[in-house]
């Protein structure tokens, strides 16, 4: 059976924003325009599509926006959206604007909605975007370089000032479900230990232990990385100061991960993968998720690609310990 062709395309953000979003909707748009589809932006992810914020958009209305970073379609949890008759008011919603093809470019709750959407006949195709890297289908997801850069500058400001004062710093970064943020800052800003939500053998005895053997070596600063996943960074240093005597404060980087201009390398993988979306809309595709792997772009059954569960590299996990202080 011939594939149906597709005539216009529609693009949404969903779930958390991610720096690079923009860069991908840019590609998305005017990779559209260039194979002869009409666009058709969707503000507020799900929200938007069920309510109709729909706008036909031109190689312009994406001008000055890779170097942004947030969504200028704007994102939202929409949690009516996991209701069946709301996702058939979604699938035809798009049949009233016209809309065949549907980019979503967000995380793993979105593309379930998407996969939702395509079940219905709307031919739809996933991009990763999450600060959080926890697709496993990909090796990157849009949003982690810039995001895992932030929190390593703004933990490389606390060291120094934790440094002055002879404090030990406990930092907690984003990931609710996933420690990749929290591995990446404990090698890079050389922690003397991370919490990450997938190790549960947490060994806080043995971390008060390590903090006052680095005083006696004369260390003057102990920093400890915790997973927003995991938690409790106020109670934890309360806990370290009552057993070490070593004041200690706790920082929630929170939200400023999410922000500001993407790097040279989520503003690339979004402009690939926005491309490589649309080339699978223009080949028929559907339900169908876009990934990189081993160097490549390559895509995934949506179904499959959700199924597949990532776990920290064990790898790194286990240099990240060997290079904390001994
Ligand atoms: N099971 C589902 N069925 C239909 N839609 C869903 C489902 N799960 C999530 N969604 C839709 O996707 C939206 C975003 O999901 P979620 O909040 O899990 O974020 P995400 O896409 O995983 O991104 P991130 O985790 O990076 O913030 C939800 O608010 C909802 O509208
Ligand atoms: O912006 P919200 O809704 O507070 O969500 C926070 C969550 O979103 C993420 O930033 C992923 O987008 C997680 O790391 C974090 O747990
Ligand atoms: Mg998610």
């Known amino acids: 059976m011939m594939s149906k062709e597709i005539k216009t395309i529609g693009v949404l953000t969903s779930g958390g924003d991610a720096p690079g979003m923009n860069a991908a909707i840019r590609a998305v748009v005017r990779t559209a325009l260039a194979r002869g589809k009409r666009v058709m932006g969707i503000r507020k992810g799900y929200q938007g599509l069920i309510n109709g914020d729909i706008f036909e958009m031109d190689a312009r209305s994406v001008s000055d926006t890779i170097q942004r970073g947030g969504t200028m379609l704007y994102t939202a949890r929409c949690i009516e959206f996991l209701q069946p008759e709301v996702q058939q008011r979604g699938a035809d919603m798009c049949k009233v604007f ?30 990763p975007g999450t600060i959080d890297l926890d697709i496993d289908c990909t090796d990157y997801t849009i949003g982690f370089d810039t995001a895992v850069n932030t929190a390593m500058e703004a933990i490389d400001r606390l060291r120094d000032t934790s440094t002055s004062h002879e404090r030990c710093s406990v930092v907690e970064v984003m990931g609710r479900d996933a420690g990749y943020i929290a591995l990446w800052c404990g090698i890079v ?56 005597g070593i004041e200690t404060r706790a920082t929630i980087l929170g939200h400023l991960q999410r922000g500001g201009s993407p790097t040279a390398v989520d503003r690339m993988h979004a402009s690939m993968m926005g491309a490589y979306a649309v080339d699978l809309l223009c080949k028929g595709e559907s339900n169908r998720v876009v990934g990189f792997k081993n160097n490549t772009y390559v895509d995934f059954d949506i179904d499959e690609a959700l199924a597949m569960q990532k776990d920290i590299s064990s790898r790194q996990y286990e240099v990240s310990q060997m290079l904390e202080t001994r």
Do not use: W
């Not at 997938?198 to 053997?213: A, H, R, S, T, W």
């Open 98 to 127: 016209g809309i065949d093809g549907l980019v979503v470019i967000g995380g793993d709750g979105s593309f379930k909605g998407a996969g939702k959407l395509a079940n219905l006949g709307i031919n739809t195709i996933g991009i």
């Open 189 to 244: 800003n050389g922690a003397e230990y991370v919490f990450l939500p997938e190790v549960q053998n947490i060994k806080e005895e043995e971390l008060i232990e390590k903090i006052l053997m680095n005083r006696k070596k004369g260390k003057r600063h102990n920093l400890i990385i915790m997973s927003e996943g995991v938690g409790g960074s106020d109670e934890l240093a309360k806990r370290i100061e009552a057993a070490t």
